[in-house]
T-cell receptor, first 116, second 115 residues
Framework: AQSVTQLGSHVSVSEGALVLLRCNYS??????LFWYVQYPNQGLQLLLK??????LVKGINGFEAEFKKSETSFHLTKPSAHMSDAAEYFC??????????????FGGGTRLMVKP | NAGVMQNPRHLVRRRGQEARLRCSPM?????VYWYRQLPEEGLKFMVY????????ESGMPKERFSAEFPKEGPSILRIQQVVRGDSAAYFC?????????????FGEGSWLTVV
């Protein structure tokens, strides 16, 4: 069974500072990996995903993530935080061998707070 | 191309009543997923459906919860005899016919409050 761990349920950074949100997964084979963002009282919006190919993936809003197989990690970064980045961020995985669809297993989420 | 549409966005029910949540997938998407988000928690998979078929319901509570995706019309998540613990945000997502790594697209969610 797959699982996703997001270290730090709350992360606070100053505006302009580096954003680092951690995600580690447990899976028998490297899964497909996703980061979603959720603004208050809204649905989830895809930031980026990794399926195959280049392990450094660039997404929307200046975010990127790097798949590190040896560390079973897919940490999300942004060089300079903006106030509008304050939101909840979810890391998720799907099983490449799942013949029953693209079901996602989510981490517990990390709430990013950006201080002026 | 409209996104995943869910309604109602907010629903208040008294204990013991029924809640029906609707989801219309994106155009061209034949796969629907329902997730539940309890307060201060991540999303938990509930059920995966294709038209007229439940493919995986391993995340559905054994009682009171049911889901359908008829040939015509939206997918419906039905909760009978609601209890306070059912208060949560329920998200629907859809995707095209399966290809590995397909993105699934989420709706805005339906917030159920049981009083």
């Amino acid at each position: 069974a797959q699982s996703v761990t997001q270290l730090g349920s709350h992360v606070s950074v100053s505006e302009g500072a580096l954003v680092l949100l951690r995600c580690n997964y447990s899976s028998s084979v490297p899964p497909y990996l996703f980061w979603y963002v959720q603004y208050p009282n809204q649905g989830l919006q895809l930031l980026l995903k990794y399926t195959t190919g280049a392990t450094l993936v660039k997404g929307i809003n200046g975010f990127e993530a790097e798949f590190k197989k040896s560390e079973t990690s897919f940490h999300l970064t942004k060089p300079s935080a903006h106030m509008s980045d304050a939101a909840e961020y979810f890391c998720a995985v799907s099983d490449v061998n799942n013949n029953a669809g693209n079901m996602l297993t989510f981490g517990g989420g990390t709430r990013l707070m950006v201080k002026p | 191309n409209a996104g995943v549409m869910q309604n109602p966005r907010h629903l208040v029910r008294r204990r013991g009543q029924e809640a029906r949540l609707r989801c219309s997938p994106m155009k061209g998407h034949s796969h629907v997923y329902w997730y539940r988000q309890l307060p201060e928690e991540g999303l938990k998979f509930m059920v995966y459906l294709q038209k007229e078929n439940i493919i995986d319901e391993s995340g559905m509570p054994k009682e009171r919860f049911s889901a359908e995706f008829p040939k015509e019309g939206p997918s419906i998540l039905r909760i009978q005899q609601v209890v306070r613990g059912d208060s949560a945000a329920y998200f629907c997502a859809s995707s095209p016919p399966r290809q590995p790594g397909n993105t699934i697209y989420f709706g805005e969610g339906s917030w159920l409050t049981v009083v």
